[in-house]
């Protein structure tokens, strides 16, 4: 028994010892990426624009097509599900660790999501009092093993994904599918925009800390491929800019045929590429 | 509980404790209670019906042994096996038997009513009741002795790493290893370890992180393009491969460390030629089960062909009718009969051909992917659609494919797995018994940095556990 316990302390002693080794490996590859969040970490961005949202920001905002109008860098920080709370801590990193932009766009829909992606931006934690404080906030017994086990950063989509764009740029992520005829077909029933109250809390501190450093931010509703069935746009917009004290842009209906869309809630990047040709001429990429 | 839960987690060292500071009966009655202490964690109510399980099959056994009439033995292990199927049939099958009868009247314009009732599964009762029917069945047959020792007997049927999804532990393997006490051994220990380690990779690395690629494809097969769902019964393939050969593992290797031998259940299937070895690698208890107590005793294949087909298609949709009360379950069972039909008819030409063996190895694992569409489904309608879009080929493209990196990294973990089983069969310098302290040492701390980066940490339960 006393060569077993011996043994089993060894293994312990290899496992923590090969954790610290590799966690430091995998961090050193992870701030080479070309992946946005590791970008914002690493720091040293020169972009003018920054745009901020969830899939609907991913998908809406095509940051190729707006450089070739604009002429400007752009860098979009939307994620599938990001949360305003995960975005006023992304954006406030940004800002601390990069020149500041010239605008923020913002997509205002993501104000719905819950702050579920904390689990992910987990392997970023350890460059962010910002994220690590909100990891542990929601996931307190997680956060306290990844303390000890530091290898489970590293366990993520996020990381996954760093590595697949180590040596190129994910800015064109986007849908490049057509919305089915199968998912025409289905009626898409009336539904609302459900406003987080910690949403908009998170809105209006990420407001204050871009403008007191001269950035200027937009606000707006991206398109829709039903938008008729969003019963209360009119009253999330006014609820938003009483809140902000800033107007929504409310391009709801901007999104053209449903060639434009992948499914109800997301372009494609046709819609996309049409979608940052309205933007250029109604002047949202240039700060007034 | 779970094996990966921390319930267990705190149960396994504690157990272990008490285990290893006694001997004799002391320590047999620390497996049992520490047994009834693991299933009761599921639902105590259940532990009443386990022991009477138990009672009636140690009860007929020594009764058996003691009559000398070949009638009345007969009628006795009628007895146990009535009473074990009845057990079965009521809880596992009696919603599915009242609907399926329904249905039928039904098709027939007769519109009978009827309430289902609200059954509770108990888990682990197709293993435990399979179980205790070998042991009479083998007291029976004279191939084992009756075990006099109630406290040996219930140690036997309720002893935890596979009590609740196996493997099948018969008498004739374990009751002789319960005659006597088991002293710690290092290599054992680490052997043991090395199992286990391997069973939580598996399943909370490979099969968690298969289960929600699949479980989107198979609940909506319409939204997905042909290869996304291609791809998801591919993935299928191996999430219960490596759910239940990990769970296996882990039994196995926590028996092992307590000093029992529970055999292998798993011997890497997909790597099978034909359908028979397929059934002698994968589920290797409950197929040799199905074997002893059901085919061969029909009359296996010694009656000419028509008989032995009539056996084979019995003998598997009876096993896959216990996999689960639906005809989803029967039909793969079906299936399975008939590849095994088919092999054996085809058997002169394929030793013609000489057909390659990866060729084989190929078909073998197709077919068996299109018996897992059935296993599956929860309905013939969804098993169709998946085989319909399938069949068009409408989008073969990967573009098509949904969560492509999640896909991308299942992919990886799927290869590695199946390069670590192709180097399984490169003959070994050394036997397990040889393998060095270092070098399990480098495998488990391997098995524990592959758990932390690519560990799927979402409490699913075993997918035999249904079962």
């Given at each position: 028994m006393r060569r077993t316990a011996v043994w089993v302390a060894a293994l312990i002693a290899i496992v923590f010892a090969g954790d610290r080794v590799m966690a430091v490996l995998l961090d050193g590859a992870l701030l080479r990426s070309q992946f946005r969040f590791s970008r914002v970490y690493r720091g040293g961005n020169d972009a003018a624009i920054v745009i901020m949202g969830d899939s609907r920001g991913v998908h809406s905002f095509y940051a190729p097509a707006i450089e070739q109008l604009t002429g400007q860098r752009v860098l979009n920080l939307s994620y599938n599900s990001m949360s305003s709370r995960i975005g006023e801590a992304v954006l406030a990193d940004y800002v601390d660790r990069n020149p500041p932009p010239r605008i923020v766009l913002i997509e205002i829909t993501h104000l719905i999501v819950a702050s579920d992606l904390a689990t992910e931006l987990r392997t970023y934690a350890h460059h962010s009092a910002r994220l690590r404080a909100l990891y542990a906030e929601t996931h307190p017994r997680a956060a306290r093993l990844g303390e000890v086990f530091r290898l489970l950063a590293y366990n993520s989509e996020f990381f996954f994904r760093a590595m697949v764009y180590l040596r190129r740029s994910d800015q064109d992520w986007i849908n490049r599918s057509t919305i089915t005829s199968e998912l025409l077909a289905t009626p898409a029933g009336d539904w609302q925009l459900a406003i987080r109250p910690e949403s908009l809390d998170a809105l209006e501190r990420t407001i204050r800390t871009l403008r007191v450093r001269g950035i200027t931010v937009r606000l707006l509703i991206a398109p829709y491929q039903?938008?008729?069935?969003?019963?209360?746009i009119p009253e999330v917009m006014r609820t938003v800019t009483k809140r902000v004290r800033l107007p929504v842009l409310n391009y709801i209906s901007a999104g053209g045929p449903v060639e434009n869309f992948a499914d109800r809630v997301h372009m494609n990047q046709r819609g996309a590429e049409r979608f940052m040709r309205r933007l250029a001429a109604d002047g949202v990429f240039e700060p007034h | 509980m779970l094996f990966h839960s921390f319930a267990f987690l705190v149960f396994l060292p504690a157990f272990m404790t008490f285990y290893w500071a006694t001997t004799g009966r002391a320590r047999l009655w620390v497996m049992l209670l520490g047994s009834l202490v693991f299933y009761a964690w599921w639902d105590w109510r259940f532990l009443f019906l386990l022991l009477f399980s138990s009672l009636v099959d140690y009860s007929i056994g020594i009764v058996m042994e003691n009559e000398g009439d070949p009638l009345r033995r007969h009628r006795l292990v009628v007895m146990s096996v009535v009473v074990n199927l009845g057990l079965l049939g009521f809880f596992k099958y009696f919603n599915f038997f009242v609907a399926s009868a329904a249905q039928m009247f039904t098709a027939l314009g007769l519109h009978p009513s009827y309430n289902a009732l609200r059954i509770v599964l108990p888990v682990g009762i197709s293993f435990y009741v399979f179980k205790t029917m070998s042991y009479t069945i083998d007291v029976y047959r004279r191939t084992e002795q009756a075990e006099r020792d109630l406290l040996k007997f219930t140690t036997f049927v309720v002893f935890f790493p596979e009590l609740v999804a196996g493997p099948i532990v018969r008498a004739s393997r374990l009751l002789p290893q319960l005659q006597h006490d088991h002293p710690f051994d290092y290599q054992r220990t680490l052997s043991g370890l090395t199992l286990v380690m391997s069973g939580y990779v598996r399943k909370v690395v490979i099969a968690d992180t298969l289960a929600p690629l699949v479980d989107v494809r198979f609940a909506?097969?319409?939204?997905?393009?042909a290869l996304s769902l291609l791809i998801g019964v591919y993935f299928y393939a191996f999430q219960i491969y490596c759910d239940f050969s990990g769970y296996s593992s882990i039994a196995i290797g926590v028996a092992r460390i307590l000093g029992f031998d529970f055999g292998i259940n798993f011997d890497r299937p997909y790597f099978s030629r034909s359908f028979s070895e397929f059934w002698s690698r994968w589920h290797i208890s409950l197929s040799s089960w199905l074997r002893d107590y059901l085919y061969i005793p029909l009359g296996g294949n010694r009656g000419g062909a028509l008989a032995t087909a009539r056996n084979l298609m019995l003998t598997m949709t009876l096993g896959g009718l216990w996999h689960g009360a639906s005809w989803t379950f029967v039909a793969w069972g079906v299936l399975h009969g008939v590849y095994l039909m088919l092999q054996r008819l085809l058997a002169p030409l394929n030793r013609r051909l000489r057909i390659p063996s990866v060729v084989l190895i190929l078909l073998v694992f197709h077919l068996t992917c299109l018996g897992w569409i059935f296993f599956r489904s929860q309905s013939f309608a969804q098993a169709w659609s998946i085989l319909r879009r399938i069949g068009e080929m409408r989008d073969m493209s990967f573009a098509g494919v949904e969560q492509k990196l999640l896909v991308l990294k299942a992919s990886m973990l799927v290869a590695v797995l199946l390069l670590f089983e192709a180097i399984g069969f490169v003959p070994k310098r050394a036997t397990v018994a040889e393998v060095s302290p270092a070098r399990r040492l480098a495998f488990t701390a391997a098995c524990l940095w592959t758990l932390l980066l690519f560990g799927t940490f979402s409490g699913n339960s075993f997918i035999y556990f249904q079962f």
């Amino acid at each position: 028994m006393r060569r077993t316990a011996v043994w089993v302390a060894a293994l312990i002693a290899i496992v923590f010892a090969g954790d610290r080794v590799m966690a430091v490996l995998l961090d050193g590859a992870l701030l080479r990426s070309q992946f946005r969040f590791s970008r914002v970490y690493r720091g040293g961005n020169d972009a003018a624009i920054v745009i901020m949202g969830d899939s609907r920001g991913v998908h809406s905002f095509y940051a190729p097509a707006i450089e070739q109008l604009t002429g400007q860098r752009v860098l979009n920080l939307s994620y599938n599900s990001m949360s305003s709370r995960i975005g006023e801590a992304v954006l406030a990193d940004y800002v601390d660790r990069n020149p500041p932009p010239r605008i923020v766009l913002i997509e205002i829909t993501h104000l719905i999501v819950a702050s579920d992606l904390a689990t992910e931006l987990r392997t970023y934690a350890h460059h962010s009092a910002r994220l690590r404080a909100l990891y542990a906030e929601t996931h307190p017994r997680a956060a306290r093993l990844g303390e000890v086990f530091r290898l489970l950063a590293y366990n993520s989509e996020f990381f996954f994904r760093a590595m697949v764009y180590l040596r190129r740029s994910d800015q064109d992520w986007i849908n490049r599918s057509t919305i089915t005829s199968e998912l025409l077909a289905t009626p898409a029933g009336d539904w609302q925009l459900a406003i987080r109250p910690e949403s908009l809390d998170a809105l209006e501190r990420t407001i204050r800390t871009l403008r007191v450093r001269g950035i200027t931010v937009r606000l707006l509703i991206a398109p829709y491929q039903a938008p008729g069935h969003i019963t209360n746009i009119p009253e999330v917009m006014r609820t938003v800019t009483k809140r902000v004290r800033l107007p929504v842009l409310n391009y709801i209906s901007a999104g053209g045929p449903v060639e434009n869309f992948a499914d109800r809630v997301h372009m494609n990047q046709r819609g996309a590429e049409r979608f940052m040709r309205r933007l250029a001429a109604d002047g949202v990429f240039e700060p007034h | 509980m779970l094996f990966h839960s921390f319930a267990f987690l705190v149960f396994l060292p504690a157990f272990m404790t008490f285990y290893w500071a006694t001997t004799g009966r002391a320590r047999l009655w620390v497996m049992l209670l520490g047994s009834l202490v693991f299933y009761a964690w599921w639902d105590w109510r259940f532990l009443f019906l386990l022991l009477f399980s138990s009672l009636v099959d140690y009860s007929i056994g020594i009764v058996m042994e003691n009559e000398g009439d070949p009638l009345r033995r007969h009628r006795l292990v009628v007895m146990s096996v009535v009473v074990n199927l009845g057990l079965l049939g009521f809880f596992k099958y009696f919603n599915f038997f009242v609907a399926s009868a329904a249905q039928m009247f039904t098709a027939l314009g007769l519109h009978p009513s009827y309430n289902a009732l609200r059954i509770v599964l108990p888990v682990g009762i197709s293993f435990y009741v399979f179980k205790t029917m070998s042991y009479t069945i083998d007291v029976y047959r004279r191939t084992e002795q009756a075990e006099r020792d109630l406290l040996k007997f219930t140690t036997f049927v309720v002893f935890f790493p596979e009590l609740v999804a196996g493997p099948i532990v018969r008498a004739s393997r374990l009751l002789p290893q319960l005659q006597h006490d088991h002293p710690f051994d290092y290599q054992r220990t680490l052997s043991g370890l090395t199992l286990v380690m391997s069973g939580y990779v598996r399943k909370v690395v490979i099969a968690d992180t298969l289960a929600p690629l699949v479980d989107v494809r198979f609940a909506h097969p319409e939204a997905h393009s042909a290869l996304s769902l291609l791809i998801g019964v591919y993935f299928y393939a191996f999430q219960i491969y490596c759910d239940f050969s990990g769970y296996s593992s882990i039994a196995i290797g926590v028996a092992r460390i307590l000093g029992f031998d529970f055999g292998i259940n798993f011997d890497r299937p997909y790597f099978s030629r034909s359908f028979s070895e397929f059934w002698s690698r994968w589920h290797i208890s409950l197929s040799s089960w199905l074997r002893d107590y059901l085919y061969i005793p029909l009359g296996g294949n010694r009656g000419g062909a028509l008989a032995t087909a009539r056996n084979l298609m019995l003998t598997m949709t009876l096993g896959g009718l216990w996999h689960g009360a639906s005809w989803t379950f029967v039909a793969w069972g079906v299936l399975h009969g008939v590849y095994l039909m088919l092999q054996r008819l085809l058997a002169p030409l394929n030793r013609r051909l000489r057909i390659p063996s990866v060729v084989l190895i190929l078909l073998v694992f197709h077919l068996t992917c299109l018996g897992w569409i059935f296993f599956r489904s929860q309905s013939f309608a969804q098993a169709w659609s998946i085989l319909r879009r399938i069949g068009e080929m409408r989008d073969m493209s990967f573009a098509g494919v949904e969560q492509k990196l999640l896909v991308l990294k299942a992919s990886m973990l799927v290869a590695v797995l199946l390069l670590f089983e192709a180097i399984g069969f490169v003959p070994k310098r050394a036997t397990v018994a040889e393998v060095s302290p270092a070098r399990r040492l480098a495998f488990t701390a391997a098995c524990l940095w592959t758990l932390l980066l690519f560990g799927t940490f979402s409490g699913n339960s075993f997918i035999y556990f249904q079962f």
